[in-house]
């Protein structure tokens, strides 16, 4: 019997991660600001998905993925944080944010990570793992199953029991998973910057060769 793994955000991210792992048989609870998007989502996917509150689909989850921007990360974990504890808990986000113009703009010094910031966010029992955010979304929701080789999917955690549900995670969905590096690693797979995000790869989707080859390219994962 798989767990189940609460999605809070159903957007661009959300939907696609949401797709995936029905198709590949996880068991997904759905939430969002708003119930009517996850209802409408769940309703789609059938009986493998179902709709809640965000405070209910993390309570009841044994995996919480946070796809929603990073802003609204911060302020989930500052409501939430005791929800969170014992919790596999993926981070796909991006130090991205919009000005007043609606201009994206990167939120978070030069350097600083989104998962460094997310990670030390988190209680000190949860889970951390950056993941599902190093390809855009388009190329998220059209790639999995590639063939003849499945298309990879880095992720960066310092913890071990996050790293086996991510990689379990990551095969249901279609990819495969090969670590970047610890936490400290977390922005090679974001962007801007990120040398091993699909958009530092010049839009490239790599099999598990050329993954490897990408990641000691410019240094072994820690
Ligand atoms: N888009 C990409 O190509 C891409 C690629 C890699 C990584 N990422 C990262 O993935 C994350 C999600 O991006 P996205 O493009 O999927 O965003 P999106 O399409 O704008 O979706 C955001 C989702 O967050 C939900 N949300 C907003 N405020 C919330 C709250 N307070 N509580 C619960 N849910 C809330 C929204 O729900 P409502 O509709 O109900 O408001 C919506 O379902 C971001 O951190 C982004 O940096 C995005």
């Known amino acids: 019997m798989s767990e189940t793994t609460a999605i809070v955000g159903v957007g661009n991210i959300g ?74 808990v993926i981070d796909p986000s991006n130090p991205l944010g919009f000005d007043e113009s609606g201009n994206m703009i990167r939120t978070l010094p030069e350097g600083q990570s989104a998962g460094s910031v997310v990670a030390a966010l988190l209680p000190p029992s949860a889970h951390y793992v950056k993941a599902f955010g190093t390809l855009a979304a388009e190329g998220l929701a059209n790639s999995a199953n590639r063939e003849p080789q499945r298309a990879v999917l880095f992720y960066a955690t310092d913890d071990d029991a996050a790293a ?44 598990l060769d050329e993954a490897r080859a990408a990641i000691s390219a410019k240094g072994a994962p820690a």
Do not use: Y
């Open 15 to 88: 939907s696609a991660v949401a797709r995936h792992l029905v198709a590949g048989g996880e068991s997904v609870v759905l939430a969002a600001k708003d119930e009517a998007g996850p209802e409408a989502l769940a309703q789609e996917l059938g009986p493998l998905a179902h709709a809640a509150s965000v405070e209910d689909a993390v309570t009841g989850a044994d995996v919480v993925v946070f796809a929603v921007w990073l802003d609204t990360i911060k302020e989930l974990i500052a409501k939430d944080a005791l929800l969170l504890e014992d919790k596999v």
């Open 164 to 207: 086996t549900t991510i990689v379990r995670l990551i095969r249901a969905a279609g990819f495969e998973p090969l670590k970047a590096g610890g936490v400290a690693e977390s922005g090679r797979i974001e962007m801007p910057g990120g040398d091993l995000h699909q958009f530092g790869l010049n839009g490239a989707l790599l099999d």
